[in-house]
T-cell receptor, first 115, second 115 residues
Framework: EADIYQTPRYLVIGTGKKITLECSQT?????MYWYQQDPGMELHLIHY???????EKGDLSSESTVSRIRTEHFPLTLESARPSHTSQYLC??????????????FGEGSRLTVL | AQSVTQLDSQVPVFEEAPVELRCNYS??????LFWYVQYPNQGLQLLLK??????LVKGINGFEAEFNKSQTSFHLRKPSVHISDTAEYFC?????????????FGKGTKLSVKP
Protein backbone atom coordinates (compact mmCIF):
# COMPACT_ATOMS: atom_id res chain seq x y z
CA GLU A 1 0.00 0.00 0.00
CA ALA A 2 1.38 3.36 -1.08
CA ASP A 3 2.13 5.90 1.62
CA ILE A 4 1.23 9.05 -0.23
CA TYR A 5 -1.62 11.23 0.86
CA GLN A 6 -3.57 14.04 -0.73
CA THR A 7 -5.95 16.50 0.89
CA PRO A 8 -8.61 17.54 0.30
CA ARG A 9 -10.10 14.69 -1.72
CA TYR A 10 -12.89 16.93 -2.96
CA LEU A 11 -13.09 20.71 -3.08
CA VAL A 12 -15.78 23.00 -4.47
CA ILE A 13 -14.93 26.70 -4.43
CA GLY A 14 -15.89 29.95 -6.08
CA THR A 15 -13.97 31.81 -8.76
CA GLY A 16 -11.12 33.96 -7.51
CA LYS A 17 -10.36 31.97 -4.38
CA LYS A 18 -6.85 30.86 -3.47
CA ILE A 19 -6.48 27.14 -2.94
CA THR A 20 -3.70 24.80 -1.89
CA LEU A 21 -3.75 21.08 -2.57
CA GLU A 22 -1.62 19.18 -0.11
CA CYS A 23 0.51 16.13 -0.89
CA SER A 24 2.69 14.20 1.53
CA GLN A 25 4.65 10.96 1.21
CA THR A 26 6.38 8.91 3.88
CA UNK A 27 8.57 6.79 1.60
CA UNK A 28 11.52 9.18 1.49
CA UNK A 29 11.23 9.52 -2.28
CA UNK A 30 13.26 12.25 -3.92
CA UNK A 31 11.06 12.80 -6.98
CA MET A 32 7.52 14.10 -6.70
CA TYR A 33 5.00 15.00 -9.37
CA TRP A 34 1.65 16.65 -9.99
CA TYR A 35 -0.51 15.36 -12.82
CA GLN A 36 -3.78 16.79 -14.13
CA GLN A 37 -6.40 14.24 -15.13
CA ASP A 38 -9.50 14.99 -17.18
CA PRO A 39 -11.99 12.36 -18.47
CA GLY A 40 -10.89 10.77 -21.72
CA MET A 41 -7.60 12.62 -21.77
CA GLU A 42 -4.00 11.70 -21.10
CA LEU A 43 -2.59 12.36 -17.68
CA HIS A 44 -0.64 15.56 -18.11
CA LEU A 45 2.43 16.32 -16.03
CA ILE A 46 2.17 19.90 -14.74
CA HIS A 47 4.95 20.04 -12.14
CA TYR A 48 7.72 17.86 -10.77
CA UNK A 49 10.57 18.06 -8.32
CA UNK A 50 13.89 16.24 -8.01
CA UNK A 51 14.20 17.04 -4.32
CA UNK A 52 14.21 19.84 -1.77
CA UNK A 53 14.26 23.31 -3.33
CA UNK A 54 13.84 21.83 -6.81
CA UNK A 55 10.72 22.52 -8.89
CA GLU A 56 10.24 22.12 -12.63
CA LYS A 57 7.36 22.74 -15.00
CA GLY A 58 5.92 19.75 -16.79
CA ASP A 59 4.62 19.21 -20.28
CA LEU A 60 1.32 20.98 -19.74
CA SER A 61 1.35 24.66 -18.96
CA SER A 62 -0.40 25.42 -15.69
CA GLU A 63 -1.18 28.56 -13.74
CA SER A 64 -0.53 26.67 -10.52
CA THR A 65 2.69 26.85 -8.53
CA VAL A 66 4.45 24.34 -6.32
CA SER A 67 7.06 24.33 -3.59
CA ARG A 68 9.36 21.70 -2.10
CA ILE A 69 10.65 22.86 1.24
CA ARG A 70 10.66 19.38 2.77
CA THR A 71 11.30 16.04 1.09
CA GLU A 72 7.95 14.62 2.11
CA HIS A 73 5.76 17.59 1.18
CA PHE A 74 4.86 18.95 -2.28
CA PRO A 75 1.88 21.34 -2.16
CA LEU A 76 0.23 22.84 -5.24
CA THR A 77 -1.27 26.33 -5.09
CA LEU A 78 -3.67 28.25 -7.31
CA GLU A 79 -3.65 31.95 -6.44
CA SER A 80 -6.97 32.71 -8.13
CA ALA A 81 -9.07 29.73 -9.15
CA ARG A 82 -11.13 29.80 -12.35
CA PRO A 83 -13.67 27.35 -13.80
CA SER A 84 -11.01 26.24 -16.31
CA HIS A 85 -9.05 24.84 -13.35
CA THR A 86 -11.78 22.31 -12.65
CA SER A 87 -10.07 18.93 -12.87
CA GLN A 88 -8.64 16.06 -10.88
CA TYR A 89 -5.11 16.59 -9.61
CA LEU A 90 -2.96 13.56 -8.87
CA CYS A 91 0.20 13.68 -6.79
CA UNK A 92 2.85 10.99 -7.18
CA UNK A 93 6.34 10.16 -5.99
CA UNK A 94 9.19 7.90 -7.05
CA UNK A 95 12.78 7.10 -6.29
CA UNK A 96 15.34 8.99 -8.31
CA UNK A 97 17.16 7.41 -11.23
CA UNK A 98 16.18 6.62 -14.77
CA UNK A 99 14.45 3.30 -14.14
CA UNK A 100 13.00 4.00 -10.75
CA UNK A 101 11.49 7.25 -12.04
CA UNK A 102 8.98 5.19 -14.00
CA UNK A 103 7.65 3.41 -10.95
CA UNK A 104 5.32 6.01 -9.56
CA UNK A 105 3.28 5.81 -6.39
CA PHE A 106 0.09 7.85 -6.64
CA GLY A 107 -2.16 9.49 -4.12
CA GLU A 108 -5.92 9.10 -4.42
CA GLY A 109 -6.32 12.48 -6.07
CA SER A 110 -7.91 15.84 -5.32
CA ARG A 111 -10.99 16.65 -7.35
CA LEU A 112 -11.35 20.40 -7.72
CA THR A 113 -14.52 22.10 -8.93
CA VAL A 114 -14.46 25.87 -9.45
CA LEU A 115 -17.86 27.51 -9.82
CA ALA B 1 8.95 13.27 -29.07
CA GLN B 2 7.30 10.28 -27.51
CA SER B 3 3.61 9.50 -27.60
CA VAL B 4 1.32 6.71 -26.48
CA THR B 5 -1.85 5.61 -28.25
CA GLN B 6 -4.42 3.44 -26.55
CA LEU B 7 -6.63 2.30 -29.36
CA ASP B 8 -9.77 1.57 -27.37
CA SER B 9 -11.34 4.05 -24.98
CA GLN B 10 -13.77 1.44 -23.61
CA VAL B 11 -13.71 -2.34 -23.58
CA PRO B 12 -16.77 -4.23 -22.29
CA VAL B 13 -16.32 -7.95 -21.63
CA PHE B 14 -18.11 -10.69 -19.79
CA GLU B 15 -16.68 -12.26 -16.66
CA GLU B 16 -14.22 -15.13 -17.31
CA ALA B 17 -13.66 -14.00 -20.91
CA PRO B 18 -10.16 -13.12 -22.14
CA VAL B 19 -9.28 -9.50 -22.75
CA GLU B 20 -6.61 -7.55 -24.60
CA LEU B 21 -6.06 -3.82 -24.12
CA ARG B 22 -4.01 -2.33 -26.91
CA CYS B 23 -1.18 0.15 -26.62
CA ASN B 24 1.14 1.53 -29.28
CA TYR B 25 3.94 3.96 -28.69
CA SER B 26 6.03 6.26 -30.76
CA UNK B 27 9.63 6.98 -29.86
CA UNK B 28 12.90 7.50 -31.68
CA UNK B 29 14.89 5.93 -28.86
CA UNK B 30 14.68 2.84 -26.72
CA UNK B 31 12.02 2.96 -24.07
CA UNK B 32 10.75 1.59 -20.85
CA LEU B 33 7.05 0.66 -20.90
CA PHE B 34 4.48 0.52 -18.13
CA TRP B 35 0.85 -0.31 -17.48
CA TYR B 36 -0.96 1.34 -14.60
CA VAL B 37 -4.46 0.59 -13.27
CA GLN B 38 -6.87 3.06 -11.68
CA TYR B 39 -9.81 1.68 -9.71
CA PRO B 40 -12.81 3.99 -9.17
CA ASN B 41 -12.06 6.94 -6.88
CA GLN B 42 -8.45 5.86 -6.39
CA GLY B 43 -5.04 6.86 -7.67
CA LEU B 44 -3.06 4.86 -10.20
CA GLN B 45 -1.00 1.83 -9.24
CA LEU B 46 1.67 0.01 -11.21
CA LEU B 47 0.43 -3.17 -12.87
CA LEU B 48 3.59 -4.23 -14.71
CA LYS B 49 6.65 -2.88 -16.49
CA UNK B 50 9.05 -3.71 -19.31
CA UNK B 51 12.62 -2.52 -18.83
CA UNK B 52 14.70 -5.06 -20.78
CA UNK B 53 15.11 -8.80 -21.30
CA UNK B 54 12.14 -11.07 -21.88
CA UNK B 55 9.49 -9.43 -24.00
CA LEU B 56 6.69 -11.11 -22.05
CA VAL B 57 6.23 -9.54 -18.66
CA LYS B 58 3.89 -10.63 -15.92
CA GLY B 59 2.22 -8.32 -13.46
CA ILE B 60 -0.16 -8.36 -10.57
CA ASN B 61 -3.67 -9.84 -10.66
CA GLY B 62 -2.88 -12.25 -13.50
CA PHE B 63 -2.16 -9.61 -16.14
CA GLU B 64 0.67 -9.88 -18.64
CA ALA B 65 1.95 -7.77 -21.50
CA GLU B 66 4.16 -8.39 -24.50
CA PHE B 67 6.66 -5.90 -25.85
CA ASN B 68 6.85 -5.96 -29.64
CA LYS B 69 9.59 -3.66 -30.86
CA SER B 70 8.88 -4.06 -34.58
CA GLN B 71 5.24 -3.13 -34.09
CA THR B 72 5.99 -0.61 -31.31
CA SER B 73 3.29 -2.20 -29.21
CA PHE B 74 2.84 -3.22 -25.60
CA HIS B 75 -0.58 -4.87 -25.38
CA LEU B 76 -2.01 -5.93 -22.04
CA ARG B 77 -3.75 -9.30 -21.71
CA LYS B 78 -5.57 -11.42 -19.19
CA PRO B 79 -6.91 -14.90 -20.04
CA SER B 80 -9.94 -14.71 -17.72
CA VAL B 81 -11.23 -11.48 -16.21
CA HIS B 82 -13.12 -10.94 -12.99
CA ILE B 83 -15.67 -8.34 -11.98
CA SER B 84 -12.98 -6.81 -9.76
CA ASP B 85 -10.86 -6.02 -12.83
CA THR B 86 -13.30 -3.26 -13.76
CA ALA B 87 -11.07 -0.19 -13.82
CA GLU B 88 -9.27 2.21 -16.12
CA TYR B 89 -5.93 1.08 -17.51
CA PHE B 90 -3.17 3.45 -18.62
CA CYS B 91 -0.19 2.64 -20.79
CA UNK B 92 2.92 4.79 -20.29
CA UNK B 93 6.38 5.18 -21.81
CA UNK B 94 9.66 6.61 -20.57
CA UNK B 95 12.75 7.03 -22.70
CA UNK B 96 16.26 5.84 -22.01
CA UNK B 97 18.58 8.60 -21.10
CA UNK B 98 15.90 11.22 -21.09
CA UNK B 99 16.89 14.24 -19.11
CA UNK B 100 13.84 13.92 -16.89
CA UNK B 101 12.90 10.27 -17.12
CA UNK B 102 9.29 11.31 -16.81
CA UNK B 103 6.39 9.19 -18.02
CA UNK B 104 4.15 9.94 -20.98
CA PHE B 105 0.69 8.45 -20.48
CA GLY B 106 -1.97 7.36 -22.93
CA LYS B 107 -5.62 8.41 -22.63
CA GLY B 108 -6.62 5.26 -20.82
CA THR B 109 -8.91 2.32 -21.56
CA LYS B 110 -11.95 1.69 -19.39
CA LEU B 111 -12.43 -2.02 -18.87
CA SER B 112 -15.95 -2.95 -17.85
CA VAL B 113 -16.47 -6.56 -16.77
CA LYS B 114 -20.08 -7.71 -16.79
CA PRO B 115 -21.47 -10.78 -15.00
Amino acid sequence: EADIYQTPRYLVIGTGKKITLECSQTMGHDKMYWYQQDPGMELHLIHYSYGVNSTEKGDLSSESTVSRIRTEHFPLTLESARPSHTSQYLCASSEAGQVKSGELFFGEGSRLTVL
Amino acid sequence: AQSVTQLDSQVPVFEEAPVELRCNYSSSVSVYLFWYVQYPNQGLQLLLKYLSGSTLVKGINGFEAEFNKSQTSFHLRKPSVHISDTAEYFCAVSDYGGSQGNLIFGKGTKLSVKP
